[in-house]
Nanobody, 114 residues
Framework: QVKLVESGGGLVQPGGSLRLSCTASGSIFSQNHMGWYRQAPGQQRERVATIFSYGSVTFGDFVKGRFTCSRDNDKNTVYLQMNSLTPEDTAVYYC????????WGQGTQVTVSS
């Protein structure tokens, strides 16, 4: 059973950057399609990025070129580099194993505020 642990969240000023990490265990990580999602208070959870096992990445429309997503299969880790953050990016960010096994991490809080 795959387990996911996110890290890297915190408080950042508008215009700042953060890098989130998600480390997986219990699976052949290189085969997993992975995703980042976020959920703001009172809002539905939304997709931020998907990174496929072969490395291709897609983003939610709201990202508008501000974020990048990468993976290091040797470290069983996916990353979300977030730049030009705005208060609207404030949310709990979740890592997800999409395929072949579905699983969620516990989430990491990102707060963008001056």
């Amino acid at each position: 059973q795959v387990k996911l642990v996110e890290s890297g969240g915190g408080l950042v000023q508008p215009g700042g950057s953060l890098r989130l990490s998600c480390t997986a265990s219990g699976s052949i990580f290189s085969q997993n399609h992975m995703g980042w999602y976020r959920q703001a208070p009172g809002q539905q959870r939304e997709r931020v990025a998907t990174i496929f096992s072969y490395g291709s990445v897609t983003f939610g429309d709201f990202v508008k070129g501000r974020f990048t997503c990468s993976r290091d299969n040797d470290k069983n880790t996916v990353y979300l580099q977030m730049n030009s953050l705005t208060p609207e990016d404030t949310a709990v960010y979740y890592c997800k194993s999409i395929w072949p096994e579905e699983a969620w991490g516990q989430g990491t809080q990102v707060t963008v505020s001056s």
